[in-house]
């Protein structure tokens, strides 16, 4: 593998949040030195965004995906929903039931109340704004097995159909929603609660990181609610203003 593609690799994988390698035993190392190995062993590495990608092309190359487990106990693959030309991505972590019923992210009761905090805040903040107008995907478009938090070896199979979404979307603001999407766009390791309300970057884009919606259904997260609708403040103003 050539200098140069072993950095754009390199790169994919620091935007997936990926800080570690591990090198499968038995596999070759990349040539260290410009004269390369008559019989390298191929590295099984997902591919790159293509150049020319699309949304679709994305559809297409998930297919009727199996490479990972989550394949195993899945009804529909929930890929993502809304206005591919957004200027503001949010994403989740991935489906649930009623996600993975009905092959659409954000559904559900969370979801609901997702559409309610996106429409009310824009509403109250003056910008005319509908969830439609607006994109949604997740970090695994496969629901895991009863609502777990998906698997790193999972969130870096899946993690390269988001990269290759946003990549094609390109939006000027991405909110991450939940501590799985803070951690897989941002390579942060804290807490939620450490970065909501804070700014960072995926490739130059700024992310605004801010509570998952299930979280805030719980009663008892009152304060958080209030705390998510001023993030949710911020990434409006930033990108309606
Ligand atoms: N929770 C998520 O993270 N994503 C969904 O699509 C639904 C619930």
């Known amino acids: 593998m050539d ?3 072993l950095r754009q690799y390199l790169e994919f994988y620091q935007d997936l949040g990926i800080r570690t390698l591990y090198r499968q035993v038995g596999q070759a190392l990349p040539p260290a030195n410009p004269n390369p190995n008559p019989n390298p062993i191929p590295m099984d590495l997902p591919p790159l965004a293509p150049t020319g ?15 990972c487990r989550l ?16 200027p503001l991505v949010f994403v989740g972590e991935g489906p649930g039931a009623d996600e993975d019923a009905q092959g659409i992210p954000f559904v559900g009761r969370a979801g609901q109340l997702l559409t309610q905090m996106i429409e009310g805040t824009a ?3 003056g910008i005319e704004l509908l969830r439609k107008d607006i994109y949604i995907a997740n970090v695994v478009k496969c629901r895991p097995p009863e609502n777990r938090t998906p698997e790193p070896d999972e969130m870096e199979i899946c993690g390269q159909f988001l990269h290759r ?6 939006p000027k603001v991405i909110c991450a929603l939940g501590g ?12 939620v609660t450490k970065m909501r309300g804070k700014w960072f ?5 700024p992310v605004m990181v801010t509570y998952h919606p299930s979280y805030l259904l719980r009663p008892y997260n009152q304060e958080a609610k209030r705390e998510a609708w001023e993030d949710l403040k911020k990434v409006l103003h ?4």
Do not use: M
């Open 3 to 5: 200098a140069e593609l």
């Open 53 to 67: 990608d699309t949304l679709l092309k994305i559809i297409e190359d998930i297919g009727d995906c199996r490479r």
């Open 71 to 86: 394949s195993e106990a899945r009804n529909k693959i929930v890929f993502g929903v809304g206005n591919p030309e957004s």
């Open 123 to 125: 509403k109250k903040e």
């Open 165 to 170: 979404q946003l990549s094609v979307i390109r």
């Open 180 to 191: 799985t999407a803070a951690r897989a766009l941002t390579g942060h390791k804290e807490g």
């Open 201 to 205: 970057k995926w490739q130059e884009i």
């Open 238 to 241: 930033y990108v309606y203003d």
